[in-house]
């Protein structure tokens, strides 16, 4: 990132590579710093919902949460500080995020409704993504997450056609069983379907007659075999990202292009010798 | 498509076009209002289906309903008209179904007993498929129906073979149990013995008895294995339609050699260009 | 199959390649016609342990199982006659399958509480194998087969490490919920941990302790992310044979070897121009 | 292993090949006794744990027990003496498990309350992992766990993602059901979470508004999906552990080229033979 015509002042970008990046060792320990803290905080968060721990601890879970909320309050402070644009990283995605993680407290200490808000700051768990930057993870996400963006319309086809499925046949076993087995609607039937065609199978409504168990056994194995329709996609193309990495190692020495197969003897692109 | 020997007045060509085409803005505007307008009408029998919104808002949902029919009553009109034989039409696949989202309706306010019919205007969803013709879903949709359609028999095997297997662990299960337990029959039993090896897993019928809960446990650790099956199958083909479409259909002029990739310029094997 | 020394009469072999092979039309009609039969044969046991229809269909039930039984004696005897060696025939697989598929109705009608010996005719399921033979199928079930075969060292360390953790998971549950929770014993909670590794998920034995809700939850994701190992073990297998299949299309002029990758000039055995 | 500066005595390095190696028929035998050993000891611990068969034969279950106890400790006795570095061997994985599998039949007899420890003996199972050393069955181990370690790193990324993604959709979950939908904390829903993104489904825990069961349903159709990215990464590493072994080794001595397979005897690319 060039600093040219950056008018800035020289510790506020020092403090931006610190806190943004993570290649230097301050900027390393300030991510696993933040990745400590946002994991105690979500806990507590987590403690604070159970009843008896509320009730016999309330007045620790409340100075813990404070003390989180001023840190992560501060961190959020220096970033718009340290930043070049405060107002893009405001709106940006992790922006949002870092501002609703800090926002239901304040809010439940002055409307006083608004404890329900506190279940908002579940969301800090998504500042975790941020620190997936550290190290090696990077690489792995990026292979991931490669194989899943080229597969989305695959996917999105894919999930289309299962969501028409469950409500046709949803709609079905509402014709079939009725009212009278728990099937109420349709919504309710697909809601079946889903439960049923995923192989999650919760059992709080099952077929009661012949048909409809015939009918819901035609679901269970569509769905048991449908589900290699998503694994295929996802599996060819982490195949495909894997070789396509082995075919690009060598470069032309002519015209430098890539992406040439193991075994070419010349380069695809300019038909220099690959030597 | 020839237009030659075509008989009809040329405007019912052109609106043959937007309704049946999806590559000119006309034809792509009315599928993505066709798209919108089934959305909207399942939504509504769906909406229907559940008592206490039927008896609240009855009425609006009978005009809603009407007026979707009416609209698809146009548009199946409009295409029997537009399309150079209507009957090979009105037979297809999509004409049939055309035919039975608007036909209940009209059934139900001429015959009184007609009302379970309405619940095959849920078929209406099938005419989405009809608007994957859409854009850039086609060629994932037909990379996918490729993959299915050339490992069917592969399918087909495997599905027999599950079902011989569940027939007869199904039999064994209701000679271990027997009626006191739940296993009132083999159909019940090969009910359960599907439940139980797609995983899905309900829970309204489990073995009770030490050998019961042994054998289930064979049952389940063979559809958790067996799921490998269909899974390869489907991700084997993928793979080969992928690694196939991207590499053999082209061959070096100069010394017909293949396996060349879709962008070489150069023959990887004597360097002669591609032309 | 070399037909010298063979001193049956002529009509006795013709007969076997009618009920023994699939390549004429006479056999291939006689497979067909076993395939009905059996499958009516199976449905029959099923609809006779319905008690309902068992006991209003009781006397038809019994004069079409006789006949079936009548039916596949005759078979099976034509089996023992045709066959060049009856013995080698009567214990070979098939031969023992065929055997029990007749003789529980004969013992039902000798020995008075045979009747439980009944369900053992759901063993006439396993000779649907036989029609595999049948067409195309042969060679997907073989595709099929022989992945499976070549993967069955890879897919026993598979189980053998499942059922390891399953015994160790369920045994540590043991001592997490106790006997006041359900877990009554070792085997049992060795059940229930299939049960969930499998993602099957009965629910009639959950863990009702916050420990053990914990362990079970490492249980849930450890099975929900092993089930990738055996299907990765199947489709590389299928993939291999796949590719395997490709390559081997072409043999060498010269020393008639196969197994040459598509790119191949010279034969990779004797070095001869693949021409 | 080389033998020189060896100062034991030549029976203890003769009792270390037979006790520690599977290479020689001693030490195979060895092996196959110890496997049975452990796989009796291991049911014993079961049986012990079913309350009618210990009231019952009680006694014969202790005498059992202690004579699997003393032949554990005779073998721990011999490979401590056996092994060059005593010390080293009592610290190693499964030196701690050797030791682990004999010390609470000891604690049972002299500390009254030590009853509990005794499931510990259930460890004895990880001791078969030893014996998978037997034959053909280290080679296939070899294959699965490279691939596995190999893919560590995705798996890690993905098992972090599923983590961020239960916890925030059970968080979700407990602020739509609320507690008097059995809902009653955040660990709570997250554990319903883990249950129904698993396709495991006890059904203990199910939603009961409309809006919850929406949002079930996504978690369903996401868990359904997601499977395929684990199965995808083993699946696309055993392909490339295959297929990198059978290729990619040798090397042309003529022309140097690559990609020959494991059994070709001539060069693909040139003729030379390969020697």
Redesign the interface.
Known sequence: MSVENDTRAPWRERLRVIIFEADTPAGKAFDVGLLIAIVLS?SL??IE???PLRERHGFEIDVAEWAFTILFTIEYGLRLISVRRASRYAWSFFGVVDFLAIVPTYLSALVPGAE?LL?IR??R??R??RV?KLG??LG??G??SR??MSSR????????T?L?LV??LG??M??IEG?ENGF?????S??WA???????????L?PQT?AG?AL??VV??L???V??????????????T?VGGRVSTRSCPECTSE???????????????MA
Chains 1, 2, 3, 4 share one sequence.
């Open positions: 979500v968060v987590m919902s159970v009843a329900s279940v579940g969301l768990l998504l975790i993504f997936f090696r993870f792995e996400a292979v991931l194989a899943l319309h695959k996917i999105t086809v894919f999930l289309g299962v028409i409500t046709i709609a079905a509402y014709l009212e109420t609607s349709i919504p309710q697909v809601y889903i439960v049923t065609m995923t192989t999650v199978g919760y059992g709080d099952v012949l168990k819901a056994s269970m194995v769905g048991y075999s589900i290699a329709v998503p694994t295929g996609i996802v599996t060819a193309e982490i195949v495909e894997a992406g040439h197969e193991a075994d070419a003897r010349f380069c695809k692109d300019c038909g220099a010798p």
